[in-house]
């Protein structure tokens, strides 16, 4: 049984950062991690993506520049360091992993956490 737990969430102003973390439980023999976010209304959106096998990353074109995706391989851990936030990231944000094929594409992850708020003010 594999378990991704976010955390790291939280309300901040315009301009700030926030770090979430993803540690998973047991072995969810991935090669890719990924966080996606989800707005009220909207569809799940990818925002990052990691390459376990080669250190690749993805990230969507509104983040770029400004959101990092990374991991400890010691601790279980993936990371999204978040910078310089916009009110338009707010959202809860997943981690995702369980991936065959390393995508922005939620159908293609097995497993998934429970979700992460994150609200930016104007």
């Known amino acids: 049984q594999v378990q991704l737990v976010e955390s790291g969430g939280g309300s901040v102003q315009a301009g700030g950062s926030l770090r979430l973390s993803c540690t998973a439980s047991?072995?969810?023999?991935?090669?890719?991690m990924a966080w996606f976010r989800q707005a009220p209304g909207k569809e799940r959106e990818g925002v990052a993506v990691l390459s376990t096998v080669n250190g690749g990353t993805y990230y969507t074109n509104s983040v770029r520049g400004r959101f990092t995706i990374s991991q400890d391989n010691a601790k279980n851990t993936a990371y999204l360091q978040m910078n310089s936030l916009r009110p338009e990231d707010t959202a809860m944000y997943y981690c995702?992993?369980?991936?065959?094929?390393?995508?922005?594409?939620?159908?293609?992850?097995?497993?998934w956490g429970q979700g992460t708020q994150v609200t930016v003010s104007s």
């Open positions: 995702a992993a369980g991936a065959a094929v390393c995508a922005p594409v939620a159908a293609v992850y097995r497993y």
């Open positions: 047991g072995n969810a023999g991935s090669t890719c």
